[in-house]
């Protein structure tokens, strides 16, 4: 049995606390928030849960193994770093940390204590998306692109850019589907409220092979739309999140390329086209949040590494961060520290 | 009564062809084409037209007013150049020209002899982009961004990118529709064919104020998407040029500002959202070719101008030939000469 | 402050409960259900209320003004009846009773004691529905027909067919958006499980006006539709309940009407198409169960009447009554009696 | 090389025209109307080919081979049974002839004369339609029902209702589709237009088997919809003919019966659902007409029987003659002779 406290109790808190609640292997000891009024409703609903707004209260408790962090992003990695030096399993939302320094500070805390710390990208976990990977590795044939809209009239966050809120989804599931890492990234952008951060922002993902991505996320846009395509020479996947059941269709087109003729100096690929049909695979729709706390409780108990750990935490942060830089300067290519440093 | 040439009769030119027929003004006296073989099936339908091989033949005759060129865009320049310094009007297909300095030389040319200049920027000409620029006219606020996507699985060309193929479209249609020129182009893209252009590309503009547009074009797309979303202050509109009826959906959405609180050394804004009706105008489902045709028709029986005239044209090959030094340089920000000089 | 209890806590009991504990005017008292290991829940998250398996207990108990009923079908009657007998108020699940004899029975009771008697036509409350009857009272010229598709794989239901169990949805919309009630019903359908009822249903409803109406059930259908559309001679309505936001389309599509001509012997119209702009009004996106259930106890406080009172219950009742009836007779006509009887 | 007259030129006789002069095996020798004035369009874009007002000229013509005949239903007949007579191959528009007797007439005199007759059920050309029947014979499991929604804002025929103009599509795909004949027809309908005939009606038909079809047809609706379902125990099918690519859908989807519990006095059956992959499969995207044209004309060189032959178009008007007895009866269910007597 892990015991477990829930450190924020905002607006994803609700969904971790409920989530734990449900886990037979975990017993949720304390949910903490700064704000003693957000915690009336957990001890209503809880009434064996012990509510709190003081963390060393809660790392001082000996029934806790590990925290689930939902705090502004801001405060994940002192909340982290503390938790994990006092010998706490950690478990953080993402974006994992506001910095790669930060971020690789956690990874390297948690290695040398032999602690799991796990980041909670959520989407990884989804049936629809475990699928793509599947397909992937199956092979799609030379991989081209891999492009994502994520755009809607959303809440504007005044601490973090879009990039930060959005994107970060579009990146953690590229960090799990793709087998290659990016090695460079450019972004463009805009914010129209002043004094506010990006509401619109585009992202390139640069990699080694020819591979292409690409990333559009939007605050301000009047429909909402989730909606990815991986192009690959043999197959090719749309995989669209609003869909309620038929989230993933894998298309069976593609080009051929034959040697082609030599006509003057110019030799010439003859490029021809290939459909076939279209599937749409049953995908399993357990609850991602509940299927990966399961997956963190269980990696304490076996010691095992959980599938979005904080290397792939700090992966995404590094290309937010860069991504940052970028937008700061309308689109210049920012180098990304070589994937095998941090993979 | 004015006499037409076609010059070109191969993909495009049948329905220059089968438009012009239609006109009451105008009479088609040629179709002309370098093969020959392609001629036969005009001689059948149309057998009061002439055909030829010989363009010199066109400009020698006296009944011919005006050519309507749809050849491949590197023999644009040529022969618009000859016919107008033969004393013909010109009607020319998108791209107007390979070059901007071939598209400057074709507008100096057309204004020193006082002839007509119009480019087939078919979309322009269509109900849906007409009413797109009057919704814009009357006010969507402040102009927040302008983003398209053109994607399918469609014909590589070997001699242009999907750039000057597909993205002309979404340039043409903006600098319609958009009160303000762009000051500056990036473009990231790649092609996954040795030896060929880009098959996709990502275009970014940068405007004087605060506007944003992207446009994402894709020859290897497993769908088929043509949509463009379109971004104020009070006002946004959703085109989706693939909907049979309602292409064009205004939503009376947007975001509120209130002059914020000062907390601590930040003073931020409070962002307030909107939501109100959606609606689908009814629109004029005409023909773009044939409309666009009888005006260039009446503008040279009435002296006026073209909606999409040469300047149009060499402003929208700007662009394009900036997005191709930007596409070799990994999306480096290319500025645009000021748009007053070519407006 | 109105005390209630809730009867029956299986698959819509809970939100009853749920909905119920947050109305500021009133107090959730009881949970009755005759499994009592169902409870458990109820006593953990709502530990002020009482539970019980004994209806009589929570009848005996003077705090209680009014119940819930969200058990089965079949008991509806008898457990509506004997609260109403014991002076309380009753909100009952639809359909109101298992037949149209006990719904008149209900009718008269609750009369007779000046009691509300409700019935939880939830579509009834929704802002599409509300907002479908205004437009139509605002006028759609002459109605032509209603016609409404609700399919899905769906559970079976071994008590009753799909009709009792989807189109009673269908006919209580109609019965609140149209301002004519149905004269006749005719209905076939198919059983394809042996010894159950019919899983797949066609309705047709009859008028005194030319008004027709359709309804299409399906247990079996392999993607889900929840559509219905709605023509007048001026203008049409979809209403579909599965789009996210833009669940109601009102398009300004008609067909017009001139003398016409009598050639020869047979007198002519000329039939006209009329197309304009289409429109998808805001909705209100409130919870139609809670807003329901607010104003049930509303009705009680202030003496007024319920929305989906008794009637509106008995006039759908009688329905499905005669609908079964002609199911067993591959759709022979069931004449239903005068409306202003049971309006 | 055979030699073929197309008779009428009104809606549908031009697309006739332009298909059988693509046909290498066919020669398109006449076209007749009554209209001399609408052949002067054919005597320009085809003048090899005669054009006359009267059908005994055609008919007198020893190259004529056999006749396209794209009239009014109420000369179907009459025009038909001529050709039939002088010894020519009839090809006829649907549906093939305004009553059973009429058809049945048609069927024995191409028999008696050993001529072909063939119907233009177009649809079921299709690569969708060809592609669904392949599915339906390798086998859904027991078939449960047929579902067609046919509707839009279209063109009002004063001569014959909706179930003639539109329903008779979805009769002749089912005919073609499904292995089991109806049985019975009923019907129910409206005409919103004083002396018009129906422009919205409701088919139901009965098998022998459980099988129930349904079709419903409407001009005045707001929206186009063209969906079919077909359900059957262990698969199911969509076909959405305004899908620009994915007409076909066939879901893994179905029920499974298991022994089930005899609880009491009633037997039931636990009904539990399974759901598998969707699949798309790429059609043969060939235009419908010339590939029914093209095995017309093969039928009468290798003396074979076309796919869409007499028995089948009289199939398909013995259901509409009995649609429209239930019609004119508020949906008395009319028994259709057994169709082995026609198969």
Redesign the interface.
């Known amino acids: 049995m892990i015991g477990i406290a829930v450190i924020g109790y905002g607006y994803w808190g609700p969904n971790l606390v409920r989530n734990i609640a449900d886990i037979p292997d975990a017993r949720l000891i304390y949910v903490c928030d700064l704000r003693k009024d957000r915690l009336a409703p957990v001890e ?2 809880y ?1 064996t849960v012990a509510v709190t707004d003081d963390i060393d209260e809660v790392l001082r408790d000996p029934r806790v193994d590990a925290v689930a962090i939902a705090t502004p992003v801001s405060t994940h990695f002192k909340i982290a770093m503390k938790a994990l030096m006092a010998g706490r399993h950690v478990f953080v939302e993402k974006p994992m940390a506001a910095t790669s320094e930060e971020a690789r500070r956690l990874v390297d805390e948690a290695n040398r204590r032999g602690l799991k710390l796990a980041v909670d990208h959520t989407f990884v976990h989804t049936g629809a998306v475990r699928k793509m990977r599947e397909i992937v590795e199956d092979g799609l044939g ?1 991989m ?2 891999y ?1 994502s ?1 994520r ?1 809607n ?1 959303g809440l ?1 966050q ?1 601490d973090v850019s879009v990039v930060w809120d959005l994107a970060v989804h579009d990146l953690s599931i590229m960090d799990y589907v793709l087998r290659e890492k990016p090695i ?1 990234v ?1 972004a ?9 951060p990006e509401n ?1 922002a ?1 992202l ?1 993902l ?1 990699f080694e092979s ?1 591979l ?1 991505a ?1 990333v ?1 996320v ?1 605050w ?5 739309v989730r909606r990815t ?1 991986i ?1 690959g ?1 043999s197959k ?3 995989y669209d999140d ?1 869909e ?1 059941s ?1 989230k993933i ?1 894998v ?5 051929t ?1 034959n040697g082609g003729t030599g006509n003057g100096d ?4 003859l ?1 021809g ?1 290939r ?8 995908l399993d729709m357990t609850e991602a949040l509940g299927r990966e706390l399961r997956q963190f409780v269980s990696c304490i108990e076996h010691d095992s590494q959980p599938t979005t750990d904080g290397l792939a935490g700090l992966r995404v942060v590094r290309i937010l961060e860069a991504a940052t830089q970028s937008l700061a300067q ?2 210049r ?1 920012v180098d990304l520290e070589p994937a095998r440093m941090i993979a």
């Open positions: 209503a609903r009434p030379d081209y692109y492009d809209v755009v009239l504007f005044h460079a450019s463009t952008g805009m914010s129209h409220v002043v004094g506010e619109i585009y390139n640069f020819k292409i690409h559009h939007n301000l846009a009047p429909v909402k395509l192009g020479s090719m996947i749309v609003l309620p038929e269709k298309y069976d087109k593609g080009i390329l110019v030799y010439q690929m490029v086209y459909t076939g049909d279209m599937y749409a695979p049953q309308r689109g290519v």
